[in-house]
């Protein structure tokens, strides 16, 4: 008889009670592996590919795409005995509770057997790599021991994308690293036009077809057609779409609210010149050290910020109302707010103020770009201690943030423009910003919070003073 398992959704991550079903990557009559990437789900906080602690053939998808699927629920059955006498696809689907008695199976009695989702039985899938190009993925749920098998390795620095190929196509040649940026990216190298030696795809040819696409994007859905309103429902008359509250957005909306009416905001605001700081910037970017890396103002900003948290440490703290006491946070995880097609995220860069100024730029630009293709991961949202919001990036000269929930103060950095401004006494075109502190009044006064804004104020007019301070 055939041994079945039955995968049942995992916590990706800080508690979390459910998940949506995005998109699998299997079908019904697919051979897998153990830690092959099944399922691709979407949490309160992150995007994240599951593997499957199993090897065998799938039998049954327990669960559909779109589909809000509790913690604990089956979602996934696997036959992993196949090489044993298998019952037909059909005779599983109708004995539902035919399910393996093996200890090690991931079954609950508590739980309802569900029904199963007809779907088309497809031919074996090729070989899947071991890990998501995002890193993103969650394994070993159940794994048996000695289950694993390693996986080939591709020697090869230019190798076919794309997996099999038809006989009259030509492999597309990239290197590993840009074939790995494409995947992190989304983007299928054979619609990207290669600019390299013999019809190599380069990093840059990626990047290109990334803004490329993102342009022709916007200018092919009109306001009222955007991609985010198609799980909507559209009102008869056309002039409404109503899209469920989920995910990212339903957790964003919940934390705002709760900090808004739980932390007593203060905001305080200062307007610099920061035309050293544009200076500096335009001398790393040619300095070859940091050739590897984007340099931005925001590098700079969280720099000083960094140095404003180790002149007063007191502001890096959180209140904990339960036990009536404030909890002082001798590390500072620095938070980046980033918008993204599903909601605000805030990742943060664990132990920021251990960080050189390129490791700091490094950190910066992987969160940053993790964030915008939608591959943050519950851990690198967790336990931030300090925030920066830069809606200058929008064009926004200023605003009054709200505190990412547990944090004591996010700064909101604003739009640098050209200016009259006076310097050395007298009126000269400087470059100019302002900045705006927001903190929770029972961690941090007024004076506090006036002394840390100023210290960001300092290195970034000038940054030298960054060095005194180090």
């Given amino acids: 008889m055939p041994t079945f398992e039955q995968f049942n959704l995992p916590d990706a991550g800080e508690g979390l009670t459910e998940a949506d079903i995005v998109t699998w990557h299997i079908a019904v009559g697919d051979t897998i592996e153990v830690n092959q990437a099944i399922v691709e789900i979407e949490t309160a906080k992150s995007l994240v590919e599951l593997p499957s602690p199993f090897s065998g053939v799938v039998t049954r998808l327990l669960v559909e795409v779109g589909d809000t699927v509790e913690v604990g629920a089956p979602i996934l059955e696997v036959d992993v005995d196949p090489d044993g006498p298998a019952a037909p696809v059909a005779e599983a689907d109708a004995g539902a509770a035919d399910v393996s008695e093996d200890p090690v199976a ?141 995910s990212v957005r339903k957790r964003t909306a919940e934390a705002m609210v709760h900090s808004a009416f739980s932390a007593p905001h203060v905001t305080e605001f200062l307007t610099v010149d920061v035309t050293e700081t544009m200076n500096l910037v335009k001398r790393l970017k040619q300095d070859r050290d940091f050739a590897d890396v984007r340099v931005t103002p925001l590098l700079i900003v969280a720099k000083a910020l960094l140095l404003a948290v180790r002149r007063h440490p007191e502001v890096n703290a959180s209140w904990d109302d339960a036990a009536q006491e404030i909890v002082y946070k001798h590390y500072v995880n620095l938070g980046i ?47 931030g201690t300090i925030t920066i919001t830069n809606v200058g990036a929008l064009g926004i000269d200023t605003g009054t943030p709200i505190l990412n929930p547990g944090e004591a103060a996010i700064l909101a950095f604003g739009s640098i423009r050209q200016q009259p401004w006076v310097h050395e006494g007298e009126i000269q075109i400087r470059w100019v910003t302002q900045l705006a502190l927001s903190f929770d009044h029972r961690l941090v006064d007024g004076e506090l919070g006036a002394r840390v804004l100023a210290d960001v104020g300092r290195v970034m007019n000038d940054p030298s003073q960054g060095l005194v301070w180090a």
């Fill in 106 to 246: 991931v079954t609950a009695s508590s739980v309802p057997e569900p029904t199963a989702i007809p779907v088309p039985a497809a031919a074996p899938a090729p070989d899947a790599p071991a890990e998501s190009a995002s890193g993103a993925v969650l394994v070993g749920y159940g794994v048996k021991a000695g289950s694993a098998k390693r996986r080939p390795r591709v020697s090869d620095a230019l190798d076919p994308v794309g997996g099999e190929q038809d006989a009259h196509e030509y492999p597309v040649l990239a290197k590993p690293p840009v074939r790995k940026l494409a995947k992190e990216l989304g983007v299928d190298l054979t619609t990207v036009t290669p600019s390299g030696p013999g019809g190599l795809v380069t990093r840059e040819d990626v990047e290109l077809h990334v803004k490329a696409t993102a342009a022709q994007t916007l200018a092919t859905y009109p306001e009222d057609e955007q991609p985010w309103l198609e799980a909507g429902t559209t009102a008869t008359d056309g002039r409404s779409t109503r899209v469920a509250v989920k």
């Fill in 337 to 383: 707010a980033a918008s993204t097609p599903r909601g605000l995220v805030v990742p943060n860069i664990k132990d920021a103020h251990r960080l050189p100024l390129h490791a700091l730029a490094i950190e910066l630009q992987e969160l940053t770009a993790a964030a915008r293709n939608g591959r943050t991961t519950p851990a690198a949202m967790s336990d």
